[in-house]
């Protein structure tokens, strides 16, 4: 009961993704596993699902962790899949980092082009790996005399080395085929989540290119809505007419910055229409909300967008394309997205004012977004226009990387081949890449590990 007497003022206050107001619940002694329960129950999406308190028992399960884990459990089953992959609990000091873009670590992410080959996917710049020159496109020949492939033991020892290590040597083959020995150790740092932008001048026309990391960042992401901002007034002022967005591995993030992106790229014709709808649980129908475009002057003219996807795509990056499809043409070219048109409260629980590292955030699946079309039955991702590999071998804004290529040639021609080369999409290991951790998913880590 103490637990519900506090819930009242979580609900109208929670600090949401979408940056409502922030309120912190101090439990008194309470036990963090019937804390996680109790919230999810009542904000869960699928709440009818779930039993009472006392026939869950939160506390025959050891962490908070496993707690969150079996309440997904209770989502419907879609396609052969849990429709909630999503809810999770963190240490709030984890959290807090991530959300704000704080990292320890060496500062790159890595992925397998085929089952012997291991490449530098992203980095950030101020990184121990940016500091290096370390770029995208740069293969992995060694990892602490470790030689990459996809089995089993080799992806558990990467895993250790890239992730979990003080320190970490690496041999390097470059673009140009020479190599280079780096030893990297980790360092704290600011990521920037906007990781590339350029004007390409090709066939009459002048394609802007973005390459969005997360909806994340520094004061509750409004860094990275000003540098959003910049970075459209860059395009516009160097002239752009078309647009592509390369969101790959854009997990998502705050969801008012998925709107700011959206005003940024949707046509005037927009303004005032509705971009999203937010549904929640029968119990809570009136936290609903309507979310409308407010772009009267757009910095760009565009008539249509091409984005990248990946099925590390996810959330917020998926609220985008969903939103803008009614109001505009819009491609999609890699692979289908993670299929996330859910989203959550990130509820703070401070069990110890004295000691951080006793707190957490939990953040159950509440709410379901919809487009003006009334779409947001996502579960399996949105589906790519044309499907490609991700071309990790060359860095970003390469015009020969596959798919900016073929953004280009869609935009220049208004060609989409559809055909694919199937070998090399085959070839593409998938599931390695998905086994080998991700570090820039942060307080994910640990769901995406379990999942």
């Excluded at 609900?11 to 940056?19: P, Y």
């Excluded at 779930?50 to 869950?56: E, K, R």
């Excluded at 709107?259 to 929640?280: D, F, K, T, Y």
């Excluded at 208004?414 to 999409?425: A, D, H, S, W, Y």
């Amino acid at each position: 009961m103490k637990h519900l007497q506090f819930l009242f003022w979580v609900i109208v206050s929670v600090w949401m993704l979408s940056c409502r107001p922030r309120t912190e619940i101090y439990q008194v002694g309470a036990d963090i596993r019937d804390s996680v329960y109790i919230y999810s129950k009542e904000l869960y999406l699928w709440t009818d699902n779930l039993p009472d308190i006392f026939a869950f028992k939160p506390k025959n399960y050891s962490l908070p962790e496993e707690v969150i884990l079996a309440v997904r459990t209770f989502s419907p089953v879609i396609n052969g899949k849990r429709a909630d992959r999503f809810s999770f609990v963190s240490r709030k000091l984890d959290w807090d980092n991530a959300s704000a873009g704080n990292r320890v670590d060496y500062g790159c992410g890595y992925r397998f082009l085929t089952p012997n080959d291991l490449r530098i996917s992203f980095v950030y710049a101020n990184s121990a790996a940016g500091k290096k020159g370390i770029q995208r496109g740069w293969r992995l020949l060694k990892v602490n005399n470790i030689v990459p492939d996809t089995s089993a033991s080799t992806i558990n020892q990467l895993n250790e080395a890239l992730f979990a290590s003080n320190s970490v040597t690496i041999e390097f083959q470059k673009p140009n085929n020479s190599t280079e020995i780096i030893t990297l150790t980790p360092e704290n740092y600011l990521a920037n989540f906007v990781l590339h932008k350029q004007v390409i001048n090709t066939g009459g026309k002048k394609i802007a290119y973005l390459v969005l990391n997360a909806f994340l960042g520094a004061n509750n992401g409004k860094a990275t809505e000003e540098e959003l901002s910049q970075t459209f007034d860059f395009f516009a002022n160097a002239g752009a007419d078309e647009l592509i967005v390369d969101l790959r591995y854009n997990t998502g993030g705050y969801v008012y910055l998925a709107h700011h992106l959206c005003n940024l790229i949707a046509p005037a014709s927009a303004n005032g229409q509705v971009m999203l709808q937010e549904r929640w649980n029968e119990r809570y129908k009136n936290f609903n909300t309507t979310t409308k475009f407010n772009n009267p002057n757009p910095k760009l003219n565009l008539s249509r967008v091409v984005f990248i996807t990946t099925s590390s795509t996810a959330s917020a990056s998926e609220l985008v394309i969903n939103a803008l499809k009614p109001y505009m043409e819009v491609k999609i070219i890699g692979r289908a997205t993670s299929g996330k048109p859910v989203g959550f409260p990130i509820i703070p629980i401070i069990m110890d004012k004295n000691n951080a590292s006793a707190n957490y955030v939990v953040a159950p699946v509440a709410f379901q977004s919809f487009n003006a079309n009334g779409f947001g039955d996502y579960f399996e991702g949105l589906q790519p226009d044309k499907i490609q590999i991700d071309d990790v071998s060359r860095n970003f804004g390469d015009i020969q990387e596959v798919c900016l290529q073929d953004a280009i040639t869609y935009l220049t021609t208004g060609i989409l081949q559809r055909g694919v080369n199937t070998e090399r999409i085959l070839e593409q290991p998938t599931n390695a890449n998905q086994k080998l951790q991700k570090e820039d998913w942060g307080a994910f880590k640990y769901m995406q590990q379990k999942q």
